[in-house]
Antibody
Framework: EVQLVESGGGSVQPGGSLRLSCAASGFTFRSYWMQWVRQAPGKGLVWVSRINSDGSTTSYADSVKGRFTIFRDNAKKTQYLQMNSLSAEDTAVYYC??????????WGQGTMVTVSA | QTVVTQEPSFSVSPGGTVTFTCGLSSGSVSTDYYPSWYQQTPGQTPRTLMYNTNTRSSGVPDRFSGSILGNKAALTVTGAQADDECDYYCVLYLGSGIWVFGGGTKLTVL
């Protein structure tokens, strides 16, 4: 069974940091691009970041560039999102997604990040 | 900044047909943008419906079809059912590892 399981969400004060993890199983992780997509409460989906299959290439939405870092460990079948300098605008459910091409083929259940004083 | 446009909402009668569109604030959508479509019930994980313009994801019924209509990507749902009532999102690949989601379309079946 294909699974993507996010963890690491929680509450943090503005300016703080969090690291999200996404553990994969049931598919050949090392072959897939991995992505992060977020959804603020009551709002739509927003693409955040992507990393290619071997981790050599990353990309970010302008809203998180310079603050967030995506990376992966293919041996552990896990991808990560290091989030620094968090603000209230980063409050959202963060979804992990995986794809072979230019789509989001598989999704995790999401982990909630709340940035509040 | 590139904005991907979707209709905010649609209403369809049970058994009817509805077509959602996915456009660009500047320019035309083509297959080069690899349009894909996702279905989401509030509070649930998104479900992949369509990718590469018109390829259905595994398990998606053929009531759902994708295309390019004019200068936009389109998702057509025929024979609408009550459980089709949810939010629909498109996403376009802009190149250089960048994707942008549309704002989503809320479908009501009544």
């Amino acid at each position: 069974e294909v699974q993507l399981v996010e963890s690491g969400g929680g509450s943090v004060q503005p300016g703080g940091s969090l690291r999200l993890s996404c553990a994969a199983s049931g598919f050949t992780f090392r072959s897939y691009w991995m992505q992060w997509v977020r959804q603020a409460p009551g709002k739509g989906l927003v693409w955040v970041s992507r990393i290619n299959s071997d981790g050599s290439t990353t990309s970010y939405a302008d809203s998180v560039k310079g603050r967030f870092t995506i990376f992966r460990d293919n041996a552990k079948k896990t991808q990560y999102l290091q989030m620094n300098s968090l603000s209230a605008e980063d409050t959202a459910v963060y979804y992990c997604a995986a794809g072979l091409g230019h789509a989001f083929d598989m999704w995790g259940q999401g982990t909630m990040v709340t940035v509040s004083a | 900044q590139t904005v991907v446009t979707q209709e905010p909402s649609f209403s369809v009668s049970p058994g009817g047909t509805v077509t959602f569109t996915c456009g660009l604030s500047s320019g035309s959508v083509s297959t080069d943008y690899y349009p894909s479509w996702y279905q989401q019930t509030p509070g649930q994980t998104p479900r992949t419906l369509m990718y590469n313009t018109n390829t259905r994801s595994s398990g998606v019924p053929d009531r759902f079809s994708g295309s390019i209509l004019g200068n936009k990507a389109a998702l057509t749902v025929t024979g609408a059912q009550a459980d089709d009532e949810c939010d629909y999102y498109c996403v376009l690949y802009l190149g250089s590892g960048i994707w942008v989601f549309g704002g989503g379309t809320k479908l009501t079946v009544l």
